[in-house]
Nanobody, 124 residues
Framework: QVQLRESGPGLVKPSQTLSLTCTVS??????????WSWIRQAPGKGLEWIGY???????YVRPSLKSRTSISRDTSKNQFILQLSSVTAEDTAVYYC????????????????WGQGTQVTVSS
């Protein structure tokens, strides 16, 4: 079974860059037609789908975050990376990485395979 795990700092200061890594085991990020995705959930709110990267390295970021979001990958380590710059308190959330089928991307339900999530707090 595929497993995903998020890692990175749990506390980021305002205006700095949030950087998270998703490490994948039991499956290759260069194989199959999946959306290797980043999602977040702020307290009391629903899932917000940030973007994804495909097996070919194509990326998509939701328009509202595109200007300050970068999704990349390290195929040698079977990892994909989220970088979110100029963070504010509004970026405080639990951040998830996930592997979902394209038809499942953006769903309010947790289809596919998800990491356990990691809390990121933006605070000075």
């Amino acid at each position: 079974q595929v497993q995903l795990r998020e890692s990175g700092p749990g506390l980021v200061k305002p205006s700095q860059t949030l950087s998270l890594t998703c490490t994948v085991s039991g499956g290759s990020i260069t194989m199959d037609d999946y959306c290797w995705s980043w999602i977040r959930q702020a307290p009391g709110k629903g899932l917000e789908w940030i973007g994804y990267i495909t097996r070919s390295g194509n990326t998509y970021v939701r328009p509202s975050l595109k200007s300050r979001t970068s999704i990349s990958r390290d195929t040698s380590k079977n990892q994909f990376i989220l970088q979110l710059s100029s963070v504010t308190a509004e970026d405080t959330a639990v951040y998830y990485c996930a592997r979902v089928n394209p038809s499942q991307y953006g769903s309010h339900l947790r289809f596919g395979s998800w990491g356990q999530g990691t809390q990121v707090t933006v605070s000075s």
